[in-house]
């Protein structure tokens, strides 16, 4: 087979798809032996009866649709690749005189990802903000440090909110006790709402062998229909009340959670963490702003295609998400009253918009002559490789059958690098006006 491009231009292409006539011919065989068990003809067995005898009954023809058809499937994709056409709907197709001993030509015309002229998109004038690390954001690390590494300590006093009681318990209805409402030395922390309502505030002044009867009553909605709505008494026996005991924040307790010999050097280093993170949201809210305005600038028309192939992702990301929590997307539409037809409806106007973006991304990309180099497609390899703790031959054979989509996410990565690279970035405050002397930490530096 060989392909030629025709023409290309006004984001469309036409090209050739020529092939010799034995390649016809095979193929023609081909669509007969994987069909000729569904023709019964007079004097042979089903399935039985050779090509020329088919023909001869139903017209030379009959084979020439699936012959054509395998063949499209087997070779379109290829040939635009082969050319490095980005493709974003059907082809219209036609073809040459088709007949046996003849050769065969399928001339494709093919819409184009659309390339347009963008303006404006060097030097756009973009707020960022100034990054900020505030003392109390220090505090609530080191705070939460400290409760990762808090221990539970036994107390001879009366239980309160947020202590864990160890207790063996058992349920009733009147004088039946129930399935599932009995348990030993369990341990249950006051406050935390994961028994039933009521239950952990009946415990609330408990001490280490105390009984206590717990009365309750359970919610209508509850999962077990037996005892849905019922009147319920847990006979309880306090083995031991525990205290959350928090570590003291001190140069040892630096050297046990971190690397560092003092608190003053991991305060220092949590500072750094903090003021990275700020950073890169920081850079990553201008780069969004900016190419929000570089996309506005420019009233582009975005095909139909590009925005159902939008909605698409969009649900398709969707559901992703939702099967992370436990949900199907299906369950999402159900719990919004939505159906697909309404969903596809409701992102319409976003996936119109993210379509249009790509437009921009994409040709300025073209204007600016942009490529992926293998260096590119090296280093953001071994970026993933880094972030998910893989060997890098691993990334490669799990990128191998998106490689095309992987390089089209490198140069849109690439553009808007570029974009911030040339803006104009003023540089904002996130602060209130009247807490920025105050929590400015080089200010604060210079007053000392």
């Known amino acids: 087979m060989k392909t030629t491009l025709v023409s290309k231009e006004n984001n469309e292409a036409k090209f050739a798809m020529e092939f010799t006539a034995e390649e016809f011919d095979a193929a023609v065989d081909a669509a007969y032996k994987k069909s000729r068990g569904e023709f019964r003809i007079n004097g042979f067995r089903k399935g039985k009866a050779p090509r ?3 023909e001869k009954h139903y017209g030379e023809g009959i084979f020439f649709e699936d012959a054509i058809n395998n063949m499209f499937r087997d070779h379109y994709v290829g040939a635009i690749e082969e050319l490095g056409l980005d493709v974003i709907d059907s082809p219209d197709a036609d073809f040459s005189e088709i007949g046996h001993g003849k050769p065969m030509t399928m001339t494709m015309t093919v819409k184009l990802f659309p390339i347009v002229d963008v303006k404006d998109y060097m030097g756009v004038e973009v707020d960022q903000y100034e990054s900020v690390v505030m003392d109390s954001e220090i505090d609530n690390h080191l705070e939460s440090l400290q409760k990762r590494n808090a221990r539970m300590v036994s107390v001879d006093r009366e239980a309160q909110n947020d202590d864990t009681v160890i207790l063996d318990y058992a349920g009733f209805v009147g004088e039946e006790q129930f399935e599932g409402g ?4 369990q341990e249950l922390k006051l406050g935390s709402g994961s028994f039933i309502p009521g239950f952990e505030e009946q415990l609330v002044g408990a001490k280490a062998g105390d009984k206590v009867d717990v009365k309750v009553t359970f919610p209508e909605e509850y999962h077990a229909a037996d005892l849905a709505g019922k009147d319920a008494v847990f006979h309880c026996e306090i083995h031991e ?14 050297m046990d959670v971190s690397e560092y010999d003092t608190l003053e050097e991991l305060k220092e280093k949590t500072r750094e963490d903090i003021l990275k993170t700020k950073d890169e949201t920081s850079v990553n809210a201008a780069k969004d702003a900016l190419v929000n305005k ?33 949900l199907s997307f299906e369950q999402y539409l159900q719990f919004t009253g939505k159906d697909m037809a309404g969903f596809r ?20 990309a073209a204007a600016e002559n942009m490529e992926v180099t293998e260096e590119d497609i090296d280093a953001e390899m071994q970026k993933l490789a880094d972030a998910y703790g893989m060997e890098l031959d691993n990334v490669k054979s799990a990128l191998a059958g998106s490689m095309e989509m992987f390089k089209k996410d490198i140069l849109t990565t690439k553009v808007i690098d570029m974009l911030y690279d040339n803006a104009k970035i ?9 807490t920025e002397e105050v929590e400015k930490p080089e200010e604060a530096a210079e007053e000392e």
């Not at 009995?182 to 030395?185: L, Q, S, V």
């Not at 409806?345 to 300025?364: F, G, M």
């Not at 003023?426 to 009247?434: F, G, Q, R």
Request: cysteine-free; overall charge negative.
């Open 294 to 326: 570089v996309t506005e600038a420019n009233d582009v028309e975005v095909p139909a295609t590009l925005v159902e192939e939008e909605i698409d992702n969009m649900a398709n990301e969707l559901d992703q998400n939702m099967r992370m929590q436990g």
């Open 426 to 434: 003023s540089k904002v405050s996130a602060l209130a006006p009247e």
């Open 241 to 254: 009340v525990k205290e959350e005991q928090l570590p003291e924040l001190d140069d040892d307790f630096a």
């Open 182 to 185: 009995t348990a030993e030395r």
């Open 345 to 364: 409806e409701d992102v319409r106007e976003d996936a119109e918009k993210r379509a249009a973006t790509r437009i921009v991304l994409r040709s300025i």
């Open 52 to 54: 020329s005898i088919i």
